[in-house]
């Protein structure tokens, strides 16, 4: 897989050096790719024991990342439709479409990094909280 990654990458430097194309969003995407793909290792890797404890501490990490996923992205989406950001005296002038742009870009770009980040975290809470109580 980081083979064929390296080889698309080459790819992409060759034709843009031929072409004269945008190599900048290429390689910003092959980065995301590469840290969404590191994330999900490292958040759904296993642990030294794994037994129905731990998988039932995972299916509540997941439960409650859900939850709070739905909540951010309602509230973001709802700041985007109806335009709230522009209560805001800061943003309320002309040619801030930009914060639009970059609101979109941040759904596209930064909510599955966040939601991998999310579970990881919150299953450390709840693996911290279950050793300390002794139940592992």
């Known amino acids: 897989l980081l083979f064929a990654m390296l080889t698309w990458v080459a790819k992409v430097i060759v ?3 031929a072409f004269d194309i945008d190599v900048t969003w290429y390689m910003t995407k092959t980065i995301h790719f590469l840290l969404l793909l590191s994330l999900f290792f490292i958040a759904f890797s296993k642990e030294k024991v794994e037994d129905e404890m731990i ?3 995972r299916l509540k990490a997941v439960g409650i990342t859900g939850y709070v996923f739905f909540i951010v992205f309602i509230l973001l ?3 985007l439709e ?3 950001y522009t209560l805001v ?3 309320n002038r002309d040619g801030f479409d930009m914060l639009e742009l970059f609101m979109s870009e941040f759904f596209l770009i930064m909510l ?3 939601i991998v980040t999310l579970y990881y975290t919150i299953f ?3 693996l911290g909280r279950s050793r300390k109580e002794g139940n592992i």
């Open 15 to 17: 034709t843009y050096l």
């Open 55 to 57: 998988s039932s501490l």
């Open 77 to 79: 989406s709802m700041i």
């Open 82 to 84: 109806l335009r709230l």
């Open 89 to 91: 005296p800061m943003f």
């Open 112 to 114: 599955p990094v966040l």
């Open 124 to 126: 450390r809470v709840i």
